[in-house]
């Protein structure tokens, strides 16, 4: 069936193909340097550069990294907030043929050492204020060059200089080291010319690591072409072209900040507006100061913007889409954040996509014009989905419940040194494409959009039932009370598991066993009996992954440990 690919009806002027050439990324990119030289690349917080000024950083910083001694098939760890240098070195290392290993600027000590020997890196790149924790695990990894940058490194004067009277003089000097090479003296230096390698289009370009969402996180390897195709696909599907811009909030250690918000930006012939730092508040003034045409974040995000005094006066005609991924984006936030732009001159709605780091990221979107309710959206061009019951390769019936499934250009490799692990994610079915189980749980309506349930991970089994937390949580989030919630399973001798939800209230003054007994009954109204939480507990915050994602799993092995303590938990 998904051969007929239902979806297509609803394409308008989307193509259904697209021409992707087969290159590297550093190709891709300077296609776009010739074809628009004199438009704006990216802004870091007003230090602007054109293309052709990208595309000669680009080929400074691979001539500095050859002579360092980085070479074709060499691993370096590029540790970097959302800002020049994380950028140029990206796509210089992809010009030497080397193979980027994108990890989080704040990862602990022991995480940087996992990172470094997995991806087997000699070379990292990082700021100043990290040096402590790559110095720490310098003689159990191949680590043999540091280079460390400085944020006012690509400031604008005025700015350089409240940084290093305000952040700048928190962070501790660097001691003269031999690990140490510092970008500023690298990008100034001249070296011969280096070569562009032979890497091919199919190549391991970049390795991103998984959330480790269940026990260490793996290696996810990508290729020129993933990227290259993912990108062209985000900017032909939200026409991102020249003169347009995208606020790169997301960071770039993530399929999402670094496909879509950078790459995408780059294959179109876009703006980067370069975000190093997520608060509510930057963000509100980036886009009353920068007015971008598109913004690509978490629920999280789009929550916080709501309720920004910044945001809720800002111009906002200047929006011609936003897109909320990576969580389920309850009904509440978008209505919100709807109104605040329709009451600023904006005329858009938050839209759903669906993707993951083993493609890229966003694979999935809703159309601009076609809002449906709980809806994920299409595959984007040249990618074909369907659903699957759990445990097959067979298509399930339209409208019956199964594992995602997708196939197409932005599928990755595989995991790093990890055959078995790859091999259960990526089968070949009776077509004879590569289909990567995502582990996900939805499903396809006739028309061919598709609903995302929930991770395969992320299903509560109550007396022999099955709960979707997602579910639960968008009705706690439709009373008045609540501001954010989450729903997990807890170990319970009678049920398995039990339900039990996590509320954050707008009034915290509230919370008590009135409020509880109020939203349990308010769930009874709209979910079946075992769906509802048995016991609420009230915080005054939730704890949030890397990205702004609620860390669930935070919340359940803190539960787990109570019952440890307790001496009441039977181990799965």
């Known amino acids: ?158 700015k350089k200089i409240g940084f290093n009277l305000t952040k700048g003089r928190k962070i501790p000097p660097v001691p003269d080291d031999r690990l140490v090479v510092w970008w500023s003296d690298l990008m100034r230096e001249s070296y011969p010319q280096a070569p562009k390698s032979d890497m091919g289009t199919d190549d391991m370009a970049v390795i991103l690591f998984s959330g480790g969402t269940t026990g260490v996180p793996k290696g996810i390897m990508l290729s020129s072409y993933n990227f290259i195709s993912e990108g062209m696909q985000v900017s032909v599907w939200g026409s991102l072209g020249g003169g347009d811009s995208i606020l790169a909030i997301l960071p770039i250690f993530h399929g999402f900040g670094l496909g879509v918000c950078i790459n995408a930006a780059f294959m179109g012939g876009g703006k980067s507006i370069l975000v ?42 200047c929006l011609r889409a936003t897109f909320s991924g990576a969580d389920t984006l309850p009904r509440p936030v978008k209505e919100k954040f709807e109104a605040v732009v329709k009451e600023r001159g904006g005329n858009i709605q938050l839209l759903e996509g669906y993707g993951l780091t083993e493609a ?16 994920v959206g299409l595959p984007f061009p040249d990618m074909l989905a369907k659903i699957v019951p759990i445990g097959t390769m067979e298509e399930a019936p339209v409208g019956e419940e199964g594992e995602i499934c997708v196939s197409g250009p932005a599928v990755m490799l595989g995991y790093l040194d990890q055959p078995e692990e790859t091999a259960n994610t990526l089968k070949t079915h009776a077509d004879g494409r590569i289909w990567l189980h995502t582990g996900d749980i939805g499903t396809m309506d006739a028309d061919g959009f598709f609903y995302f349930k929930l991770r395969q991970k992320r299903m509560i089994k109550s007396s ?51 409020m509880e007994k109020a939203l349990v009954a308010h769930c009874q109204e709209h979910l079946i009996r075992w769906s509802c939480p048995r016991e609420i507990e009230f915080r005054d915050n939730l704890p949030c992954t890397l990205v702004g994602k609620v860390a669930f799993n935070t919340l359940e092995q803190e539960e787990v440990a109570k019952l440890e303590a307790e001496g009441k938990y039977c181990g799965h």
């Not at 920068?290 to 974040?297: E, I, M, T």
Request: with cysteine; proline share 7%.
């Open 276 to 317: 190093p730092q997520f608060t509510p508040e930057i963000v509100a003034d980036l886009i009353k100061q920068k007015r971008p045409n598109f913004v690509v974040g978490v629920p999280t995000l789009f929550e916080a913007l709501s309720s920004n005094p910044v945001f809720q006066k800002a111009d906002l005609s």
């Open 1 to 158: 069936m998904h051969e007929k690919k239902p979806w297509l009806k609803f394409y308008g002027d989307i193509p259904e193909h697209i021409d992707y050439p087969r290159v590297t990324m550093y190709e891709a990119l300077m296609q776009t340097v010739s074809r628009n030289p004199d438009s704006v690349a990216y802004d870091f917080f007003g230090h602007t550069a054109t293309y052709r000024q990208f595309g000669a950083e680009i080929d400074r910083c691979a001539d500095a990294l050859a002579a360092l001694g980085l070479k074709q098939r060499d691993r370096i760890t590029i540790s970097m907030p959302t800002c020049p240098q994380g950028i140029i070195s990206f796509y210089a290392a992809n010009k030497l043929g080397a193979v980027a290993s994108m990890i989080h600027p704040l990862s602990p000590a022991k995480e940087i050492e996992f990172y470094l020997n997995t991806a087997k890196s000699r070379f990292a790149l990082t700021l100043d204020a990290f040096y402590g924790k790559f110095k720490e695990v310098e003689g159990k990894t191949e680590l043999k060059t540091l280079i460390l940058c400085r944020i006012p490194d690509y400031l604008p004067l005025l």
């Open 360 to 375: 890229v990221t966003a694979i999935m979107a809703t159309p601009l014009n076609q809002y449906r309710e709980g809806s």
């Open 464 to 514: 022999g039932m099955n709960v979707y937390p997602a579910q639960v949580e968008d009705v706690l989030y439709r009373h008045p009370a609540v501001l954010s919630a989450c729903v997990i399973g807890v170990p319970d001798e009678k049920q398995v598991q039990r339900v039990k939800g996590f509320v954050v209230l707008k009034d915290k003054t509230k919370a008590g066993p009135e």
